[in-house]
């Protein structure tokens, strides 16, 4: 949900439970999606209770964190920054953590809020953060996007139990 045709997403979800899995590398950066993510939690009425923040060591340790409490919350947001260096390393990152958490969203039937930023450079991450001065507020995005999808699982009769089964 980047830029020019992204939904004008509002929610609602006094009741859903919510794991926010986070990487700890680019601790500013972080901060900022962190902050993000809080924002559109409160912004929704998301209970402080029915919320859980999990921080790991790197966006590649988001998968399998995600993989391990999507069982147990109605949404998932996972939030991470990988920006390009001068090797491959970069690009395998990348396809990992993105391939592990589509792979946990479908295995699970637990939305995940895609909040991984894939930068070429610090800039643009910050730019994307939701910082004072960014373009974007791409933990808020990631956020709304999960709590979004919860809903219209339910409006569309697949809701998820209170011990985080289907119904």
Do not use: N
């Amino acid at each position: 949900m980047s830029g020019a045709g992204s939904p004008a997403l509002q929610v609602h979800a006094p009741d859903v439970r919510v794991a926010v899995v986070a990487a700890s590398w680019h601790e500013v950066v972080m901060a900022g999606l962190l902050g993000g993510a809080r924002r559109a939690l409160a912004d929704a009425g998301v209970r402080p209770e029915s919320v859980t923040e999990i921080r790991v060591p790197g966006s590649f340790e988001l998968g399998v964190a995600c993989a391990r409490v999507a069982p147990a919350y109605d949404a998932v947001v996972a939030l991470g920054v990988v920006i390009r260096g001068g090797t491959p390393h970069f690009d395998y990152v990348c396809s990992a953590a993105t391939d592990a958490l589509s792979g946990i969203a479908v295995a699970t039937g637990t939305p995940v809020g895609f909040g991984l930023l894939t930068c070429d450079t610090e800039e643009q991450a910050l730019d994307r953060a939701g910082l004072p001065g960014s373009a974007e507020d791409k933990g808020h995005e990631a956020t709304t996007a999960a709590l979004a999808t919860v809903l219209a699982l339910r409006e569309a009769g697949h809701p998820r139990g209170a011990s985080g089964t289907r119904d």
